[in-house]
């Protein structure tokens, strides 16, 4: 195992991977920005760096800065949790060429998952299915028109180099396809240096369905079942849960056993999530995630497996800590992602909070880097924290999550808590009849509520 790691991230997924290394027995050292000084990671690290100004490109994302302060501190491995740096094919590439270990995927394999259009490919290689859509990049009208006739509308156009809904278009019909493919290309280019795009089937009603899996990197690969994410807000996740209250045990094993086997196949090395769209009970490939995901937790609350330390294990050579026979599903898990934001404009909420108060209880976690006294900044994202609920049945994690919610106390900002509360009172939301559209039809109905 790893002697100290230093942690490139920082807020609540920092000091979850602080909290893992210490019940590992090893030393830790948190890099941070001058806007940082103060975080909690920072304080409970074992040495720590200040490796810049606030802005991201200077600090968090600024690749010799942390290798200069692996240097310094004698760090021999990181980890880069999730965003910043943690799907960079680059700054694995030159930890290995430093002698410093990346505790998650080869560069390899993050380069291929990281373009969307060879993502599919290799999905497709490895039996995974894929959504129908053109086999490569396009950028000419006529081409595209042939496509999207050949597989029907409508159709989504999406940038090959990006994700969060930039450079994602759809057209209904071939009068809306000329526009949406211009439009989805400059908007791509501006957001990712790259504007090659592709064209895929558009589903109307579907769920988003992601398999976590993890390889050893030796031919050796597991699946610790699904998390439902189809709570989305402008295509990013705000309600996830395990199991998800779409699938059966027979259609779980099958996704599950697929991802594992291609992972394996693959020589795939640490956690990684492989992402669905999921209609008429069919799986359609989106992408692979070669990292930790927001939403780890309830897969860890419903396995016992850590996830964090799992991914050390395989870094360090030490290999799968379980076999797939040994994996057992265990009750249901949901996670809210708390953030500091309007809930009625989604507009962040920087500043201090001078009230904090955790849920506590059998079955509650709470995973957030912020306390009384805090002071948000604004120069990255909103995340607060996470509250993640479990029981031995949906219905009791619904009940618990209620419960949980109307315990939380963040005073002196804005935070999404009541859009929670709303939530968990919902109908739909407690029989689990919700898709990808669902959140946002439901906001826009009731904007004049809130």
Partial sequence: MFNKVLIANRGEIALRILRACKELGIATVAVHSTADDEAMHVR????????????????????HQIVAACEITGADAVHPGYGFLSENAKFAE?????????????????????DKIEAKRTAAKFGIPVVPGSDGGVTDPVEAKRIAAEIGYPVIIKAAAGGGGRGMKVARSEADLSVALDTARTEAGAAFGNDAVYIEKFLDKPRHIEVQVVGDGRGKGIHLGERDCSLQRRHQKVWEEATSPALN???RERIGMICANAVAEMGYRGAGTIEFLYEDGAFYFIEMNTR???????????????????????????????????IVFNGHAIECRINAEDPRTFM?????ITHYHTPGGLGVRVDSGVYAGYSIPPYYDSLIGKLIVHGRNRVECMMRLRRALGEFVIDGISSTLPLFLDLVENPDIANGDYDIHWLEKYLAAHKDER
């Fill in 348 to 352: 962040p909420s920087p500043g201090v």
């Fill in 44 to 63: 409970l690290a074992d040495e720590s760096v200040c490796i810049g100004p606030p802005p991201s490109r200077d600090s968090y994302l600024n690749i």
């Fill in 249 to 251: 045990d027979a259609e």
């Fill in 292 to 326: 930790l995901q927001v939403e780890h937790p309830v897969t860890e609350a419903i396995t016992g497996i850590d996830l964090v330390h799992e991914q050390m294990r395989v870094a360090s050579g030490a290999g799968l800590s379980a076999t797939q026979e040994q």
């Fill in 94 to 114: 030159i930890l290995e060429a430093h002698n410093i270990n990346f505790i998650g995927p080869t560069a390899h394999h993050i380069s291929i998952m990281g």
